[in-house]
């Protein structure tokens, strides 16, 4: 496996893996249930769209951030940082990670988010805050963000939001966090 930068000519495998990872596909376990002569098409999961529109928004899309993982010259796995805020602190959302369905469970999800929390670390970043699952993200180092007091502009948001704190973290970075508005959208 190789963790390396997201290059231009990546965008269709990237999103690939999204719809892999994110979204039912025509022959998926909607299909089988399907009685209908032809069926319907699916529609993209969002975490393809989030992708695009945040990598269009030089405002909050860090090229050096956003990574994919490679298997035999082919990409598997994919994960984005990008620029949010908390008050005046600028800090990094990191999301979506997605994992092509026929490779999860081989520790790329790992490799990617470990590379990532290691680059955004030798940039400087000071947090990195996600909406996900409690039971995956703890093991990277991930915390509720009110314990720190960090917590998600959108109150609803706060059961799954957490934050990974990085070196350069200061104990003033406190507030509601503040995602790209791309997030907003969704």
Known sequence: MLIRRERTGDAAAIDAVHRSAFGETPDGPAAAHDDSPSPQPVSDPVEVGLVHTLRDDASVWIPTLALVAEVHDQVVGHVCLTRASIGPFPVLALGPLGIRADQQGNGIGSALMHAALGAADALDEPVVGLLGSLEY????????????????????????????????????IK???????PFYKL
């Open 137 to 172: 993200y703890p093991r990277f180092g991930f915390v509720p963000g009110a314990r720190l007091g960090i917590v998600p502009d959108q109150p609803d948001w706060a059961t799954h939001f957490q934050v990974r704190t990085l070196t350069a973290y200061e104990l003033e």
């Open 175 to 181: 507030g509601d966090f503040r995602y790209a508005e």
